[in-house]
């Protein structure tokens, strides 16, 4: 178990709705991390917040936005879904803004499936 | 970040030692060197990080050459559960910009 906890583990929705995915860092990890990664595919960048803020942003599309809360727990909003969305999304997080020294941990996943 | 250069999949047998090495020719001076274990449908794993030299745990080795241009990973002894994807990462992670993007990976096959 990594402390990071990702929910929902599975969702189904239809091409046009709405997500939200949850995520909660390990205890005292201010940075949160988002990739996609479809079916055999590699990890897709998405997007990085520290703190509360934006720190680095990858190969977001403009349908998907996220947020880290005050509590650090972040959400990833992905809209007018497609079904080339149909992914397993991660969490990772951090102590610290990047990794050099210390290690970034994965969550198990969201899987999102649209139909 | 460096481009980093992997091979895409590799073979080996129960109780083999294992090398997976990584190019990164365009290491910069503050760069880590991060390996990654990824299974089937979980996110991936932390196996071990270095500098320069040599870097062992209780999992793996990671070799590092004086110019860091590539860097080996070992894996002594495999069994079937070391199945899985293996990515290097190289970067100074700590930078303001920091994008931890992951290459492709090495796909390890173990066989009985």
């Known amino acids: 178990d990594s402390g990071v906890t990702q929910t929902p583990k599975h969702l189904i929705t239809a091409t046009g709705q709405r997500v939200t995915l949850r995520c909660s860092p390990r205890?005292?990890?201010?940075?949160v991390y988002w990739y996609q990664q479809s079916l055999d595919q590699g990890l897709q960048f998405l997007i990085q917040?520290?703190?509360?803020?934006?720190?680095a942003k990858g190969n977001i599309l403009e349908r998907f936005s996220a947020q880290q809360f005050p509590d650090l727990h972040s959400e990833l909003n992905l809209s007018s879904l497609e079904l080339g969305d149909s992914a397993l999304y991660f969490c990772?997080?951090?102590?610290?803004?990047?990794?050099?020294?210390?290690?970034?941990?994965f969550g198990e996943g969201s899987w999102l499936t649209v139909v | 970040l460096a481009k980093t250069t992997q091979p895409i999949s590799m073979d080996s047998y129960e109780g083999q030692e294992v090398n997976i090495t990584c190019s990164h020719n365009?290491?910069?001076?503050?760069?880590?060197i991060t390996w990654y274990q990824q299974f089937p449908s979980q996110g991936p794993r932390f196996i071990i990080q270095?500098?320069?030299t040599k870097v062992t745990n209780e999992v793996a080795s990671l070799f590092i050459p004086a110019d860091r241009k590539s860097s080996t990973l070992s894996l002594p002894r495999v069994s079937l559960s070391d199945t899985a994807v293996y990515y290097c990462l190289v970067g100074d992670y700590g930078s303001s910009a920091s994008k931890i993007i992951f290459g492709s990976g090495t796909r390890l096959s173990i066989r009985p």
């Open positions: 365009n290491i910069a001076t503050n760069d880590y």
């Open positions: 205890s005292g990890d201010l940075s």
């Open positions: 270095g500098y320069k």
């Open positions: 990772a997080s951090s102590v610290d803004a990047g990794p050099s020294g210390s290690t970034i941990y």
């Open positions: 917040y520290y703190n509360g803020e934006e720190r």
